[in-house]
C-alpha cells in the first residue's frame, strides 16, 4: 500500500466533517470559494486536502489513482475516525471521492460532485466541442503568462471570472508537483469504478452538477450512472466549463446548500 508522510488538510469550521478534494493538478484552494456557503449551510467541520502530489502534500510512494483514493481514506480514518461524514470532490478529486463514498458507504452521509470525472480515459469521454460564449481578448492579455491557461478553459471570459482564476485556481497549478504529476498520471484511472465494484446502489444524499460547456470531461459521462444514484440532484448547468463552480457560482452554491441541507437530515448511524 503507497505510503505519504504527511498530507496538507486546512481544517475550518466545527460539526460534522466534509472532506473537499480538489482536481488534478490544483491544490485544496480551488474549492475554497465555496467555504462562506458551506459555513452559513450549518455546522460542517470543513477539511480541504491536498492530494498527494499537489500543493503542499508530498507524494510519497503514490503512483495512481487507487493510491491516492487509499492516501485519502487513510486520511480520513486517522482525522475523523469513525463518525460519519460527507465527502465532495471537483474532477479528478471527484472520481477519488465517489470511491470513497463506496469505500466508506457505512459513514459516508453524502456526496457530491463539481465537473467529477466519470470516465478516466481522455480519449474515450463524450465531450461538447470547446466552446467559448464570450471573448475578451483584453483580459485574457492582461494575465500574463497565465493567460493560455485561463483562456483554455473559460467558457465566458470576464475581468471577474479571470480574477477567481488567478486566485483559487493558479496558484495550485504553480505549486504542483510535475514528475509526481506525471506519475500518477500513468495509473489516472481506478481499477474498477464504484459504481461497478458495487452493484448496490448509493442511496444517501447526492449532486452532480455538471457544466453544459465542459469540454474536459462533458455531462453526459456523469449522466450515464444517474441511476446508481437514487438520490442524486443531476444539474448541467449552461454557461459553465470545467471550472463550474466559478463559471456559475451562485448557482452551484445554492445547489451545494442544498445538497447540504439534503445530508444534515439523514439519520446518523
Known amino acids: 500500500m503507497a ?24 491544490d485544496h ?18 477539511l480541504y486536502v491536498d492530494l498527494p502530489g499537489h500543493g503542499r502534500t508530498p507524494v510519497g510512494d503514490v503512483n495512481s489513482a487507487d493510491d491516492v483514493a487509499a492516501a485519502v481514506e487513510d486520511e480520513i480514518r486517522t482525522r475523523v475516525g469513525t463518525r460519519p461524514f460527507a465527502v465532495l470532490g471537483n474532477s479528478f478529486g471527484g472520481m477519488i471521492a465517489r470511491r470513497v463514498a463506496h469505500d466508506l458507504r457505512d459513514q459516508a452521509l453524502g456526496l457530491a460532485t463539481l ?9 474515450h469521454r463524450d465531450v461538447p466541442d470547446r466552446t467559448v460564449l464570450h471573448e475578451a481578448p483584453r483580459v485574457v492579455e492582461s494575465l ?6 485561463y483562456a483554455e478553459l473559460a467558457v465566458v471570459q470576464s475581468a471577474d471570472n479571470a480574477q477567481a482564476f488567478l486566485k483559487w485556481i493558479q496558484p495550485g497549478l504553480e505549486a504542483a508537483d510535475q514528475e509526481a504529476l506525471a506519475r500518477i498520471s500513468e ?15 448509493f442511496t444517501r444524499p447526492t449532486l452532480i452538477v455538471t457544466g453544459r460547456q ?17 438520490r442524486a440532484t443531476f444539474a448541467v448547468l449552461d454557461t459553465a466549463g470545467h471550472n463550474v463552480h466559478l463559471d456559475r457560482a451562485s448557482l452551484v452554491a445554492a445547489l451545494v446548500t442544498d445538497w447540504l441541507e439534503r445530508v444534515s437530515a439523514e439519520p446518523r448511524q
Open 3 to 26: 505510503t505519504i508522510d504527511a498530507m496538507h488538510v486546512v481544517r475550518r469550521g466545527t460539526g460534522t466533517p466534509l472532506v473537499l478534494l480538489h482536481g488534478f493538478s490544483l
Open 29 to 46: 484552494r480551488a474549492l475554497l470559494p465555496l467555504d462562506t456557503v458551506i459555513d452559513q449551510a450549518g455546522d460542517w467541520e470543513r
Open 115 to 123: 465537473a467529477g470525472v466519470f470516465v478516466a480515459d481522455h480519449d
Open 144 to 149: 500574463g503568462n497565465a493567460g493560455e491557461e
Open 187 to 201: 495509473r489516472y484511472d481506478l481499477a474498477e469504478e464504484p459504481e461497478t465494484a458495487s452493484l448496490t446502489p
Open 214 to 230: 465542459d469540454q474536459v470531461v462533458g455531462y453526459r459521462d456523469a449522466w450515464a450512472s444517474v441511476e446508481h444514484y437514487p
